[in-house]
């Protein structure tokens, strides 16, 4: 198969190339950079060092024998785009392009009004170029567990079957994102839905969970994948085990029982690659919910502490106040059943995936320890409400 990746320079289309490749499927990509950037405004970098992506790309090479025919371009540079599809004829592109930060989102005006215009516009442009140039290819559509909110309802698989005075219908489970990035999936959520309706393009939507792991493969640091730590572009698992293995408190936000959906970054590749081999029919919009457990906060920092424990760290857990605005007690009981039809097992348990993770990360325990001040949480979801004198005198 021949897999043009969007975002392939990410934390997750890196990976995922040489993951593809390993499999015999044919890879091309495109990446502006702009993470790279991204957590350099923050102040912050990967804890584990990543090579420029020219010489990621000839450690590609030299690894798989084959040349990546790469894009430097953003997907709203509309006409390169187009081109680069053309050029490469995909039977199925993977969009990993987006700026995938909650609390970068949650900054001011500049920063929610760029995260929802990157996301949003580099989707629609992508699904016009996909219509003019690989009207047949399966686009696979990196969407979050976060478009759903926390009802107090199971959550299927992006649609359920509702009876309204007297009459039933199967519509798409409600979207009660959290910040304003995850609003811009949801937005996505619907843009390549009405596609694939309207143009007959087959897409699978994968709302995925939060990932956690290190790719560190011992061949080739060039070939190594970024973790990010800081508190806009670490993930919560990223950050407790970078936590741990400097001797700082890991940090649950608030009492910790708000519950997610995770999975490890090598269930997440395994995952991707059975939608990309298994795709949907023409004109089909199919939603998946990508996870494999469901923990809460808390739960996930004992597992970190423990972890580290196991490996000779005095680790130790310390909540702060939540900056977020989000349930803290709440129903979470997600399906997660179409990838385990299509054949998806789940690799080593959390347990092990931490110590692995930490053992990656001690060799480059001083670069998160020069950045640590990018560990704390400095981005509030509410402002204080200025009193209205009018209202309140
Ligand atoms: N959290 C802590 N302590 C921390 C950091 C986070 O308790 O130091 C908590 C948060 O309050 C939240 C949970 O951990 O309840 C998850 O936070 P996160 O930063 O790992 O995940 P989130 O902001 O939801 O975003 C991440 C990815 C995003 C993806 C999403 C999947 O950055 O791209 O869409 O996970 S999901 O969470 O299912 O929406």
């Known amino acids: 198969m021949r897999v043009f990746i969007a975002g392939i320079d990410g934390y997750l289309g890196w990976p995922l190339a040489q993951h593809l490749a390993a499999r015999g499927h044919t890879v091309a990509g495109a990446d502006a950079l702009l993470r790279r950037a991204w957590v350099g405004e923050r102040g912050s970098v990967s804890a584990v060092p990543i090579a420029p992506v020219y010489e990621r790309l000839a450690a590609f090479r030299e690894l798989s024998g084959e040349p990546l025919p790469f894009s430097p ?4 540079d509309h006409p390169a ?3 680069a599809l053309a050029a490469f004829g995909p039977d199925a592109v993977v969009h990993l392009a987006e700026c995938p930060s909650a609390p970068y989102s949650m900054i001011d005006f500049r920063h929610a009004d760029f995260v929802q215009s990157n996301n949003v516009s580099g989707t629609l442009s992508l699904l016009f170029a996909m219509r003019e140039h690989c009207p047949g290819a399966h686009l696979v559509k990196l969407g979050t567990m976060g478009e759903y909110g926390t009802p107090d309802l199971d959550i299927p698989e992006g649609f359920f079957d509702v009876e309204f005075r007297g009459r039933r219908d199967r519509l798409p489970f409600p979207r009660q994102a ?5 609003w811009s999936k949801v937005f996505d959520s619907q843009n390549v839905g009405f596609a694939c309706r309207l143009w007959g393009l087959a ?9 956690y792991g290190s790719w560190c493969p011992p061949a080739d640091p060039r070939l190594n994948s970024r973790l990010d730590f800081d508190e806009a572009f670490g993930t919560a ?3 407790f085990c970078c936590q741990a293995v400097i001797g700082r408190p890991i940090t649950p936000y608030g009492n910790g029982t708000q519950s997610r959906g995770l999975l490890s970054l090598a269930d997440c590749l395994q995952c991707l690659t059975l939608v990309l081999e298994h795709p949907p029919a023409p004109g089909e919009y199919r939603v998946v919910n990508q996870l494999r457990d469901v923990l809460s906060v808390g739960r996930l920092a004992e597992l970190v502490r423990d972890a580290a424990r196991a490996l000779g760290i005095d680790a130790r857990i310390a909540a702060v106040d939540n900056p977020r605005d989000e349930a803290e007690a709440h129903r979470y009981n997600p399906d997660s059943e179409k990838l385990r039809e299509l054949g ?10 931490l110590r692995q993770m930490i053992g990656d990360l001690l060799p480059h325990a001083d670069r998160v320890r020069a950045h640590a001040d990018r560990l704390p949480p400095t981005v509030r979801w509410r402002r204080p409400v200025i009193p209205n004198p ?3 005198p």
């Open 73 to 76: 371009l953003d997907l709203r």
């Open 81 to 83: 785009l187009g081109r």
């Open 178 to 182: 959290g910040s304003w990035y995850h």
């Open 203 to 211: 897409a699978t939507d994968v709302m995925q969970g939060v990932v």
């Open 237 to 239: 698992v990223n950050r």
């Open 344 to 353: 998806f097992k789940p690799s080593a348990p959390i347990g092990a995936e």
């Open 390 to 392: 009018a209202k309140d």
